[in-house]
């Protein structure tokens, strides 16, 4: 079974950076893409940011130009580049795999942004 795991998330202060990282294992099947969601209290889950299978990235309008999936993944691993982090970037940060007929997902990992 394809398992996601997560690591990086952690407090820090508005202006300041995070590397978060999320490692696949398992026999992955027809995939697709694979990125970061986030989720703040009382809202939706949204989409942050996705590298596809043919190495495109995909950002929200929210977080372009300052978060950045690198190109330096290693087979199933998707990192994440968080720079001038805001106080609205507070959320859960879960780890996203799309495959042909699956979604799996990370357990998620805490990121605070202090004023």
């Known amino acids: 079974q394809v398992q996601l795991v997560e690591s990086g998330g952690g407090l820090v202060q508005a202006g300041e950076s995070l590397r978060l990282s999320c490692v696949a294992s398992g026999t992955i099947f027809g995939y697709r893409y694979m990125g970061w969601y986030r989720q703040a209290p009382g809202k939706q889950r949204e989409l942050v940011a996705i590298i596809t299978s043919d190495g495109s990235t995909q950002y929200a309008d929210s977080v372009k130009g300052r978060f950045t999936i690198p190109g330096d993944n290693a087979k199933n691993t998707v990192h994440l580049e968080m720079n001038s982090l805001r106080p609205e970037d507070t959320a859960v940060y879960y780890c996203?795999?799309?495959?042909?007929?699956?979604?799996?997902w990370g357990q998620g990992t805490q990121v605070i942004v202090s004023s």
């Open positions: 996203h795999l799309r495959t042909r007929l699956n979604n799996y």
